[in-house]
């Protein structure tokens, strides 16, 4: 931080100057080192994070989750307007006009201030990346000077629905639109907001575009004055008044064209709210969606002379300061659903003052506040997903979720979220300190994109003036990549010398993104030797379904090796989309005899009361083998004896290991691939290696049932835990994912282990 010497100090005696310094180096060391410090930088950088999570329309994905992919591509096709894109609102996938609208401009309103701790830290690009996202929204919802189109989807129906953006397929309604017959001011104008503020911040970066944000601006500011009026939201977000947002239009246009014209319409606005010099108006609420005249009375202070402004600008930070309702253990709290919104936004306005002001008391109560948010309050706790210690584990959003409460899985939002929702500000705790991290409790754990502004804002504030020398983490990857996406977990639930019964449990756990896979199914093969030793047959074993979650089939039994007496049954779910996980349980038996034995069962290896991953039950699409390893189809040789001999040696391994290379499905510029390896040798694989090599441009993407590694046009792929070894006459397959840039050959040469494979087309 640079502390300035005004020019009164050279005035003084050398002692006074050097006394006064000194005290002013104490302070500032108090604040940079405090025994409460935390790595601003780094909650600075995942809270811009948390949009890339909330992000919605075709390019969803594109950016540094990959867990996230395209949805909601048809929004708009109702009124036959291309309305993808913009921000889902909280935890569920709503595009709402006031809360978009707000968050899009005290967004822009951060970055304006504190450009500077933006670009040092990195985060420009991010950042600006987000803003475009929602003025690209607002220009495609701005349809002709007086038509603003600004919610996309039903409340009442989406929440109704738990799974993640990708999945969800039911219509959804452009539900409202400005127009002169239906105005929505407070939507219009803080959207105007926010184009204003994009021609500010992107000007030198494509002045066309700015320009074009800027025009929509004046004109979408126009058409929210001229037709007044307040918008709706279904019942979610009701305004009660639309002057604090034509006031922060009004704010932001001035500043990017320097129209006086605009200061005097605020200053209308004012008079039409009463709010004059001699009436003693106090403003006690904060920055929010509802209510943005925090913001609108900080900038006016800073870019107008009228002391009522600065009066009242002030005396709301003074209030907070002193005399705003505090939990025990020091936060302000001011609203017991999603407190934190608040406190951040009120410390996001403390700094942006502080840096026109240099009072420190709001740089310290920002501090205090911001520092309880991050870790030092009763808890220990951070209240930022994915920063510091004890943070939430549960917020309330359908994407980070990943589970899908919704036919045919059985999952349930309270299951472990799938992913982590970095940087996310939870609703923070109730007034007595105490937190519930709990998925359900939305006054808690609900996030939001208006949540996270004020408190992206914030961090920028306290990055700039107290990340020096900090640096963000790298985010890590918080996908578990050894689990298969297509499996199996089965356990046995009863067996004895008559029958067994098996559960098994089908998954689809596809998360970089998530999509449904249609027509699954699995296999378990049994061993009925013991049956025609004593003179029976297959038929004799009789198949039954105990339970078979959402219409799930089992099969007769269908021979695998007739020569080795090799059978299995097949699970399926034909023409249903599944995503993750539908059970079914059966049972194999012959009440008749006391001679079933499970031992011999291929499937049944390694089965036990727990469920658990088990390869021995392979997993199917279309009846193609996605997972899993199948018993041999030829006949099982009958042992020759021999006689011993003195030599320790073992007996060369002949025989072939090939690699089936399956291009499965192809679009533009990728591809999904599954690799199957057979291992027709005389000796079981352990351990195996896999190498080829691509031409340049050829780049693995997501991938399952292996761990790849890739370096350069060299792609090695290995075994994970419970498909290490590949006995004789039996395969493994895994897949991926592939990236190319429009050439995609196939590969023309595999090595296993240093052995060179058969390719089988």
Same mark, same amino acid.
């Given at each position: 931080m640079k502390i300035k010497l005004k020019n009164k100090f050279r005035k003084k005696p050398l002692i006074i100057i050097l006394i006064t310094f000194i005290i002013i180096q104490a302070t500032l060391l108090l604040h940079i080192f405090g025994a409460n410090n935390f790595n601003y930088t780094d909650a600075f950088a995942k809270s811009i994070l948390y949009y890339e999570a909330s992000w919605c329309g075709p390019d969803a994905g594109e950016n540094r989750l990959p867990w996230r992919g395209p949805c909601h591509i048809e929004d708009g096709a109702d009124v036959g307007i291309d309305l993808t894109g913009g921000f889902h609102d909280a935890g569920d996938?709503?595009?709402?006009?006031?809360p978009q609208a707000y968050t899009a401009s005290t967004l822009g309103w951060a970055y304006y201030e504190f450009k500077d701790a933006f670009i040092e830290k990195g985060q420009d690009e991010y950042m600006l990346n987000i803003l475009k996202h929602f003025t690209d929204y607002f220009l495609k919802s701005y349809v002709d000077d007086t038509t603003f189109y600004y919610q996309c989807g039903d409340g009442s129906v989406d929440h109704a629905y738990w799974g993640p953006p990708e999945l969800q397929s039911y219509d959804r309604p452009t539900l409202f639109v400005a127009t002169p017959e239906t105005p929505a001011s407070?939507?219009?104008a803080s959207a105007a907001a926010a184009l204003a503020q994009m021609y500010l911040n992107y000007n030198d970066i494509d002045a066309e575009y700015a320009e074009k944000c800027l025009t929509a601006a004046e004109k979408l500011y126009d058409f929210a004055n001229t037709y007044r009026g307040l918008g709706e939201s279904g019942g979610f977000y009701g305004s009660t008044n639309y002057l604090d947002e034509l006031c922060w239009g009004a704010v932001w246009l001035n500043i990017a064209t320097g129209d006086s014209s605009y200061i005097d319409d605020v200053d209308s606005f004012m008079l039409e709210k009463n709010i004059t010099q001699e009436n003693d108006y106090s403003n006690h609420w904060t920055h929010c969606w509802e209510d943005v005249y925090g913001g609108v009375f900080i900038k006016l202070a800073h870019i107008t002379d009228n002391p009522l402004y600065k009066k009242v600008a002030e005396e709301n930070l003074n209030y907070y300061l002193t005399d705003a309702p505090r939990t025990p253990g020091g936060v302000v709290y001011i609203n017991s659903w999603g407190a934190l919104r608040y406190t951040a936004a009120e410390c996001m306005m403390a700094l942006v003052h502080y840096k026109y002001t240099d009072n420190e008391d709001y740089l310290d109560f920002s501090k205090e506040q911001i520092d309880y948010i991050l870790g030092d309050n009763p808890r220990n706790s951070s209240y930022v997903v994915g920063f510091g210690e004890n943070y939430p584990?549960?917020?309330?959003?359908? &994407?980070?979720? @990943?589970r899908y409460e919704w036919q045919p899985a059985i999952e349930h939002k309270s299951d472990p979220q799938r992913h982590l929702l970095y940087g996310a500000l939870v609703g923070g705790p109730d007034s007595n300190d105490e937190y519930t991290d709990d998925v359900e409790e939305y006054a808690y754990s609900e996030v939001a994109i208006d949540y996270n502004a004020g408190f992206v804002g &914030?961090?920028? @504030?306290?990055?700039?003036?107290?990340g020096e020398g900090q640096t963000a983490e790298e985010t890590p990857g918080i996908e578990d990549l050894s689990i298969p996406v297509n499996y199996a977990d089965a356990k046995v639930m009863e067996e004895d010398s008559e029958h067994v019964t098996i559960d098994v449990f089908m998954h689809n756990e596809t998360i970089l993104p998530p999509h449904f896979y249609n027509n699954l199914s699995f296999r378990y093969f049994v061993d009925l030797s013991e049956y025609y030793e004593i003179g029976m047959t297959a038929d004799d074993v009789t198949p039954m379904l105990n339970y078979g979650a959402f219409d799930g089939k089992l099969s007769e039994l269908k021979p695998?090796?007739?020569?080795?007496?090799?059978?299995y049954v097949e699970g399926s779910w034909p023409n249903i989309d599944i995503y993750g996980n539908v059970e079914l349980q059966f049972a194999l038996s012959n009440y008749n005899t006391d001679v079933w034995d499970s031992s011999n069962d291929f499937s049944y290896q390694g089965l036990t009361a727990e469920k658990a991953i088990s390869e021995r039950?392979?997993?199917?699409?279309?009846?193609?083998?996605?997972?899993?390893?199948?018993p041999s189809q030829t006949e099982v040789p009958t042992p020759t004896p021999t006689s011993p001999t003195s030599t320790t040696s073992s007996p060369p391994i002949t025989g072939d290991i090939h690699v089936n290379y399956n291009v499965r499905s192809e679009w533009e510029d990728g591809a999904t691939i599954?690799?199957?390896i057979t291992n027709n040798t005389t000796a079981s694989i352990s351990g195996w290696k896999l190498v080829?090599?691509?031409?340049?441009?050829?780049?693995?993407?997501e991938f399952w049932s292996s761990i790849f590694t890739q370096e350069g046009t060299t792609v090695t792929a290995q075994g994970l835990n419970w498909n290490l070894s590949i006995p004789v006459d039996e395969s493994v397959s895994f897949g991926f994912n592939l990236k190319h840039t429009g050439q995609n050959p196939l590969p023309t040469s595999f090595e296993l282990n240093g052995i060179q494979c058969v390719i089988d087309q």
């Open positions: 996938h709503v595009k709402f006009g006031q407070e939507m219009c584990q549960n917020p309330h959003h359908r &994407a980070s979720s @990943g &914030a961090m920028a @504030g306290m990055t700039e003036y107290f695998w090796n007739e020569a080795a007496n090799i059978y039950v392979p997993v199917y699409q279309n009846g193609e083998l996605l997972f899993g390893s199948e599954q690799l199957t080829w090599d691509y031409i340049e441009g050829q780049t693995i993407d």
